[in-house]
């Protein structure tokens, strides 16, 4: 959903430090085909649901480890986000708070409507004015967002029009409460998903091994897309000090460019390159090239 949405891409922020929501969701969704909206709201819907079952349980847990008894009541059959808040101690509320607003992303409310893009909600639109941590959590129990029916339809006249939320803040900050006051407590580790998003921005990693080819393509979340092939013509490249005899021992390479170290500074070298595939190898090809001079 937020490949779909572009919502992968940094954000902007305003002069309190916080991203400011981004304009263009809200748009770019609305220009999806019929099929892909639903698609993507199906995304969504799994999300918060699961997203809301794991906030009741990460609390709860949570209140355990502190102070040895449930923040759910015995009587109480719907958990209530922001109830199980404050049934923890004032550090470990305080502790959340800290941890939500470093999530430095957003939650994403939007309306898809038939007739028109609606205008955007703004902060005043959630309780309190301030997204922080529990109200963001009475917002989502308010609108039934996190738990049963969390999407609403409605319609006026001839147009209609469906609210959704895209929980990438909250499910950052989550993720990283569960890191930071819950493993630690259980002496287990655990890798949040900003973790291994922090993968995507390692570069690919190609070898060339045993004649093989073996290419490491790091995405998102810490997935990997690996590939491996053997390629059909490969290069011999040799490299002697021009005047020589012998020719250095030749290596073998699948790429279009080499690199030579421990040269000296304006020499002339030559270099002899063949070509090679499973019947044989081709006639050789000389080119002589001279180096630099050295820094003084």
Not at 110 to 128: A, F, H, L, Y
Not at 163 to 184: E, H, K, T, Y
Not at 239 to 254: Q, V
């Amino acid at each position: 959903m937020l490949q779909a949405i572009n919502g992968y891409r940094e954000l902007e922020i305003d002069q309190h430090g916080r991203p400011v929501p981004p304009d263009h969701v809200a748009r770019r969704v609305s220009e999806f085909p019929v099929s892909a909206i639903v698609g993507q709201f199906g995304t969504c819907l799994s999300v918060t649901t699961n997203l809301g079952l794991a906030g009741v349980h990460s609390f709860r847990l949570l209140s355990f480890l502190t102070q040895n008894k449930d923040a759910l009541p015995a009587s109480t059959c719907t958990p209530h986000l922001a109830k199980l808040i404050d049934a923890l101690p004032s550090a470990s509320r305080k502790a959340l708070c800290d941890i939500y607003n470093q999530a430095n992303s957003h939650d994403l409310e939007m309306e898809i409507s038939t007739d028109k893009v609606p205008e955007r909600n703004g902060n005043n639109s959630w309780p309190g004015g301030e997204r922080d941590f529990r109200s963001t959590h009475a917002y989502w129990q308010l609108m039934a967002m996190m738990h049963e029916s969390h999407l609403s339809l409605f319609g006026v006249g001839n147009a209609s029009t469906i609210r959704i939320i895209v929980p990438l803040g909250s499910l950052l900050g989550l993720d990283q409460i569960i890191a930071d006051q819950i493993a630690p407590r259980l002496d287990g580790t655990y890798v949040t998903i900003a973790q291994r998003m922090a993968n995507h921005a390692k570069g690919p990693l190609l070898k060339w091994n045993r004649g093989m080819i073996n290419v490491s393509l790091p995405k998102r979340l810490g997935r990997t897309l690996e590939a491996n092939w053997k390629p059909g013509v490969t290069s011999v490249v040799r490299i002697r000090e021009t005047g020589a005899e012998a020719w250095s021992p030749g290596f073998e390479t699948p790429f279009n460019m080499c690199s030579f170290v421990g040269l000296k500074p304006s020499t002339k070298y030559d270099l002899r390159l063949t070509h090679k595939n499973d019947v044989g190898e081709s006639e050789p090809t000389v080119t002589t090239v001279e180096t630099t001079p050295s820094e003084l």
